[in-house]
């Protein structure tokens, strides 16, 4: 038990379709974030929620669409993708915004894109 | 911005052997690193970190060593195990609130039985 729970585990879809990737925290954390993760590459942060506000977006293509209700819970909402956004796309939660607090990872939602 | 480096990219040893991984840095002003395993199927997992107010830290079988003259971090396993077999990635940052952390490419570890 990671106590981010990440779902779904794996997702196909086409290139036309809207899905959304869901996470989950039971930290008690107080901020989100939203990773990229292809082969041979570094970890590609897209987003960073604080207190439900959204704090950064790393110039992501606005096919991705984040959304955050809550403290405990993030969405990322897909429209339109291409084949590149085919990845790893990994949630992690922090006690607060920025790296001087550790970030706990869920184990991921490995997308492809047809 | 921030750039890290991470050798090698892939590392083969004998069970009980050490490992070694080693990361360099560009931005001087960073002072938070920390070390990932990431299993497969899995996230990844923070096993151990090091701010740039000591040199080395010891954790069981897992240390790391920073040089800030130098700019660069490294991850020390003694007595690998095959459940040591993992990617690892280091990372940096200022470790300021807002920062970010940036990401090395990634050691694959395969320890031998």
């Known amino acids: 038990e990671t106590g981010v729970t990440q779902t779904p585990r794996h997702l196909v879809m086409g290139m036309t379709n809207k899905k959304s990737l869901k996470c989950e925290q039971h930290?008690?954390?107080?901020?989100m974030y939203w990773y990229k993760q292809s082969a041979k590459k570094p970890l590609e942060l897209m987003f960073v929620y604080s207190l439900e506000e959204r704090v950064e977006n790393n110039s992501v293509p606005s096919r991705f669409s984040p959304e955050c209700p809550n403290s405990s819970h993030l969405f990322l909402h897909l429209h339109t993708l291409q084949p590149e956004d085919s990845a790893l796309y990994l949630c992690a939660s922090s006690q607060s915004q920025g790296t001087n607090q550790p970030q706990h990872f869920g184990d991921g939602t490995r997308l492809s894109i047809l | 911005g921030e750039n890290v480096e991470q050798h090698p990219s892939t590392l083969s040893v004998q069970e009980g052997d050490s490992a070694v991984i080693k990361c360099t840095y560009s931005d001087s002003a960073s002072n938070y690193f920390p070390w990932y395993k990431q299993e497969l199927g899995k996230g990844p997992q923070l096993i151990i970190d090091i701010r740039s107010n000591v040199g080395e830290k010891k954790d069981q079988r897992i240390a790391v060593t920073l040089n800030k003259t130098a700019k660069h971090f490294s991850l020390h396993i003694t007595e690998t195990q095959p459940e040591d077999s993992a990617v690892y990635f280091c990372?940096?940052?200022?470790?300021?609130?807002?920062?970010?952390?940036?990401f090395g490419t990634g050691t694959r570890l395969a320890v031998r039985p």
């Open positions: 990372a940096a940052s200022r470790g300021g609130s807002g920062d970010k952390l940036t």
């Open positions: 930290l008690g954390h107080n901020a």
